[in-house]
């Protein structure tokens, strides 16, 4: 099965950098997802890992260690239109094939 | 312009009623997933199709079924076997381009459903 944790709620300042971790446990591994969501709005595509390393966006980058079957996303240079939930989600495998299994979501409050 | 499509955006169902919910996609992929999210939780899965005419359970599918006759469409069905639906509905598809290890999803703009 998969099992995927994230902290539920952080808060940061404007301007700060922030970490979210992501651990998984899946059978099967072909990739890991970040997600925005704003609230009532659909989620929103940031990042995609499938293998070990740091790959970075812009002001968002985002970790994968396989072997440790974990993962953050970091958001530097805060902004207020930050403050969004952030969906970790895994693309592994059960005996019908890839399916994708989402996280609770990390809900990110950024004050001035 | 390629994208998912979800209609409707907002849809009232009457207690014993079954309701359908569209998701549609001019994107060419192959996979479709369908989940649910209550208020201030993640998305469960509760369909998916990684083909035409074959699609598998997810962790809640009880009281919903699906179909998957065209690749471009994933209709979900809320029976009334579903207690509680009230919940907010996305719909998302997945391109693995062949030969590369790139993955991206599109989420549709969701479904709210309330049940009156």
């Known amino acids: 099965g998969q099992n995927i944790d994230q902290p539920t709620e952080m808060t940061a300042t404007e301007g700060a950098i922030v970490q979210i971790n992501c651990t998984y446990q899946?059978?099967?591994?072909?990739?890991l997802f970040w997600y925005q969501q704003h609230a009532g709005e659909a989620p929103t595509f940031l990042s995609y890992?499938?293998?070990?390393g740091l790959e970075e966006k812009g002001r968002f980058s985002s970790f994968l260690s396989r072997s440790k079957g974990y993962s953050y996303l970091l958001l530097k240079e805060l902004q207020m239109k930050d403050s969004a939930s952030y969906l970790c989600?895994?693309?592994?495998?059960?005996?019908?094939?890839?399916?994708?299994?989402f996280g609770g979501g990390t809900r990110l409050m950024v004050k001035p | 312009d390629g994208g998912i499509t979800q209609s409707p955006k907002y849809l009232f169902r009457k207690e014993g009623q079954n309701v359908t919910l569209s998701c549609e996609q001019n994107?060419?992929?192959?996979?479709m997933y369908w989940y649910r999210q209550d208020p201030g939780q993640g998305l469960r899965l509760i369909y998916y199709?990684?083909?035409?005419?074959?699609?598998q359970k997810g962790d809640i599918a009880e009281g919903y079924s699906v179909s998957r006759e065209k690749k471009e469409s994933f209709p979900l069905t809320v029976t009334s076997a579903q207690k509680n639906p009230t919940a907010f509905y996305l719909c998302?598809?997945?391109?693995?381009?062949?030969?590369?290890?790139?993955?991206?999803?599109?989420f549709g703009q969701g479904t709210r459903l309330t049940v009156v």
């Open positions: 899946t059978s099967g591994f072909n990739g």
């Open positions: 994107l060419n992929h192959d996979a």
């Open positions: 890992n499938v293998l070990d």
């Open positions: 998302a598809s997945i391109d693995h381009p062949l030969g590369t290890s790139y993955t991206e999803a599109f």
């Open positions: 199709s990684q083909i035409v005419n074959d699609f």
């Open positions: 989600a895994v693309k592994g495998k059960n005996n019908a094939g890839n399916m994708l299994t």
